[in-house]
């Protein structure tokens, strides 16, 4: 079994509360009293067209183990911000990656930024949890989601209320996949979530198939200023920065250095 699959498992016990109907119903009225979202897509393609830096707070992974136990999430979102970051990422996950829906509420309430929520969603009512508790934006990762069908229907409802998503694909397959499905923001990430190795060759290559109209964000890997040079040449729109970011003792250099790269002009 992967660390997907075990990942996978341990959020489809967590959904068994959500399916009650009384709580899916208190999520959707939630969702329908959230403040208005920032707009994350906008903010990923810069007027000045440099780099757009998506600033991740996390406390560890699966991978590395610990990167930054003592995160205090407003002040790593306010240095972010500081930096130039364009939005956040926030993982919310709390068995493998130590996060909360208090992680995301709390950088978001410190910034002006739109905020990603990070975290596996294979469920509807986990899209109405992502708004509820302030979220801009929703991830959703193809190789968690094999059925087009639920991903359709996960689209349609995040659109319905107003979230943007971020559509994860890992090769040639996933990509066809986000595409034919007209996702607006294709996430290519570097790592396999099968093996968790990583390599951004993967990433170059897959930027020259996102057509123009589609943003495009490299994730994962992209640790230096030289890493983001590499995916603003291929291509992409914005990189999603995390451990680099988390580990550093100046964050908001790392962002100001990427924030500062021109991003090559893709596809047709």
Do not use: C, W
């Amino acid at each position: 079994m992967s660390v997907l699959d075990d990942i996978l498992a341990t959020k489809r016990a967590e959904l068994a509360l959500f399916q009650q109907d009384e709580a899916l119903d208190t999520l959707r009225r939630a969702a329908a009293d959230a403040p208005p979202a920032r707009d994350f897509a906008g903010a990923l393609r810069r007027a000045d067209g440099r780099l757009a830096v998506v600033g991740e707070l996390k406390r560890r992974s699966p991978s590395k183990g610990e990167l930054a136990p003592d995160l205090d999430p407003g002040p790593a979102a306010k240095a972010y911000e500081a930096g130039g970051a364009a939005a956040l990422s926030v993982l919310t996950d709390q068995v493998y990656f130590g996060g909360s829906a208090a992680d995301l509420q709390d950088a978001r309430a410190a910034t002006a930024l739109p905020v990603l929520r990070k975290d596996f969603t294979i469920d509807e009512s986990q899209v109405f949890e992502t708004r509820a508790i302030g979220a801009d934006a929703v991830l959703l990762i193809l190789a968690a989601l094999p059925d087009d069908g639920l991903v359709r229907a996960l689209l349609a409802t995040a659109t319905g209320i107003g979230l943007a998503t971020l559509v994860e694909a890992h090769d040639d397959a996933e990509l066809d996949r986000a595409l034919a499905l007209g996702a607006g923001i294709v996430g290519v990430n570097a790592r396999d979530l099968g093996t968790f190795a990583e390599d951004l060759t993967v990433s170059e290559r897959l930027a020259a198939r996102i057509p123009a109209g589609v943003v495009g964000v490299a994730e994962s890997a992209v640790r230096f200023v030289d890493d983001a040079h590499r995916m603003a040449a291929a291509g992409y729109d914005a990189v999603l920065v995390g451990e680099a970011l988390v580990r550093s003792d100046d964050p908001g250099a790392l962002v100001a250095g990427m924030s500062a790269l021109l991003v090559a002009t893709r596809g047709d």
